[in-house]
């Protein structure tokens, strides 16, 4: 299996999983999906990059047209909104 086909199947998993779950308690919707954030984490781990500023290079250099709002947003965005899943 490719890379990009484990990463659109976790993706789809991680996706349903969280469908039923109330992530958010209040606030604006961010701009990536929870389900995408989890999806890119879990993956990156994976692939054996250990830290967040790692898994955000790794997908914004190599998978932008996979998550095209990654490009709009800040690395520290991206690892403050993956640690409060966490």
């Not at 998978?63 to 709002?69: G, S, W």
């Not at 403050?80 to 966490?86: D, I, V």
Request: hydrophobic share 40%; aromatic share 12%; glycine share 6%.
């Amino acid at each position: 299996m490719c890379i990009d086909d484990f990463l659109l199947r976790t993706y789809c998993w991680v996706d349903d999983e969280i469908k039923g779950l109330k992530l958010r308690a209040r606030g604006p919707d961010p701009t990536l999906r929870d389900s995408e954030v989890i999806a890119m984490e879990l993956v990156g781990e994976w692939l054996g990059l250990d830290q967040d500023s790692q898994i955000f290079e790794f997908f914004r250099r190599y998978h932008l047209p996979e998550f095209p709002r990654l490009g709009e947003i800040h690395r520290t965005t991206f690892i403050r909104q993956a640690a409060n899943l966490w």
